[in-house]
């Protein structure tokens, strides 16, 4: 008995070790597909829930299908997505152009002259602080060289981006042909990797469910509502005189996905307008980016993408997206929000469980409290209805 009891724990320790290994090789040896397989996986989740809304004639035919909305795919993504980063790349170099002209002309003089006097009055109020100075000029230089850094960045990234063509070329052409089979047979996979998942049927498709609508959200209601919001912002910072509005209008898009992102552009554009223009212009500024982001961007446009099913607090959605792009980098706008869903997914049917086990602790203990109230039964106190025959009759 012993003997079988170790046979079958060294079996069993064996299995896991061999399928640790054998898991880490496939992971090891996938990994330069991971991101045109996620990719490729919440392209084909939009795809597989359009073919409901479809005429059968057209989703009937499975490679038909999958091939027509490949070939869409690439035209409605990759492709504006390229020339988008292409174009971001261009403003930026201009704009790291006009920041170092007007750094070698002096070009930002006219704010050291507005300035000077509130720099007066600032110094001298303290003077009775211990004798500390403040310098606009300083606060200039590093506000214009942390500009020049934002310009210098999207310009490498799109520099780097034309340098690595093929390899870009390369992963577009796995993301295609990964989301044409998922497109194909994504009714399969997804119930193979249903019954994978060591969870119950309920816990395992409250999982997928939640992956799945956030991984939608990120591609469809975050990208393209925040790029609907990007181009209107660089409309706004066309009409009041920015230099570079495509390069603005793309970083307020990437930050909309961040609550009071925005917030990071605003302000030093106001206080610019403030200094370079007046306090009207500011003014007007504030209010109608605050009008295109508080009532037509989240009111009117952002609903229209995002299901209310994925909506997560606030709170977590920063988290997911910050430490996304600092763990993973761009991609992180993607992997972030997807494992932050898949955590809070597991934490609520883990509550659901805790909940639904302790309400059956709680009833069982009501049960018991009442048999314990109840008189007991006639039977087992000794007496009976029926009549007892008197002995000797």
Avoid: C
């Avoid at 045109?36 to 038909?64: D, G, H, Q, Y």
């Avoid at 110094?123 to 850094?149: E, R």
Wanted: aromatic share 12%; hydrophobic share 55%.
């Amino acid at each position: 008995m012993e003997e079988d009891r170790f046979y079958q724990t060294s079996t069993y320790i064996t299995r896991l070790l061999l399928y640790a290994v054998v898991i880490g090789l496939a992971i090891w040896m996938l990994r330069p597909f991971i991101m045109p397989m996620i990719l490729a996986a919440i392209t084909a989740s939009i795809f597989n829930e359009l073919r409901v809304r479809l005429p059968a004639k057209l989703t009937a035919r499975r490679n038909l299908f999958a091939a027509l909305a490949t070939l869409s795919a690439l035209l409605v993504l990759v492709l504006p997505l390229f020339l988008l980063l292409l174009l971001a790349g261009l403003e930026a170099f201009h704009f790291v152009q006009f920041v170092q002209q007007m750094l070698e002309t002096n070009g930002f003089s006219y704010l050291g002259t507005k300035l000077s006097g509130f720099e007066q009055q600032i110094n001298a109020q303290l003077q009775h602080f211990g004798g500390a100075s403040f310098d606009f000029k300083t606060i200039q230089q590093d506000a214009l060289a942390q500009l020049q850094n934002v310009g210098s960045l999207l310009y490498n990234n799109a520099l780097n981006l034309l340098n690595n063509t093929f390899m870009i070329g390369l992963n577009t052409f796995y993301f295609l042909f990964i989301t044409f089979f998922l497109i194909r047979d994504g009714e399969q996979i997804s119930e193979l990797i249903k019954q994978l998942l060591p969870f119950d049927r309920k816990t395992t498709q409250a999982l997928v469910e939640a992956v799945g609508h956030v991984g939608q959200t990120v591609l469809v209601g975050g990208m393209i509502s925040s790029l609907i919001f990007g181009g209107l912002m660089a409309v706004v910072f066309t009409l009041f005189g920015f230099g570079s509005p495509l390069m603005w209008g793309i970083l307020l898009g990437i930050l909309s996905l961040i609550p009071l992102g925005t917030m990071a552009v605003y302000v030093p554009s106001i206080l610019y307008l403030i200094f370079a223009k007046s306090l009207w212009v500011a003014l007007l500024f504030l209010v109608v980016v605050e009008v295109i982001e508080q009532v037509l961007f989240y009111v009117v446009i952002r609903p229209k993408f995002i299901d209310s099913r994925t909506r997560m607090y606030p709170l977590a959605i920063f988290l997911a997206i910050v430490s996304g792009i600092t763990s993973f980098g761009p991609m992180g706008l993607v992997y972030g929000p997807l494992i932050m869903a898949a955590l809070l997914a597991l934490l609520e049917q883990q509550l659901r469980l805790a909940r639904s086990e302790a309400k059956e602790a709680e009833h069982a203990a009501e049960q018991v409290m009442i048999s314990m109230a109840a008189p007991p039964p006639a039977s087992e106190s000794g007496l009976s209805d029926e009549p007892q025959a008197q002995p000797g009759l």
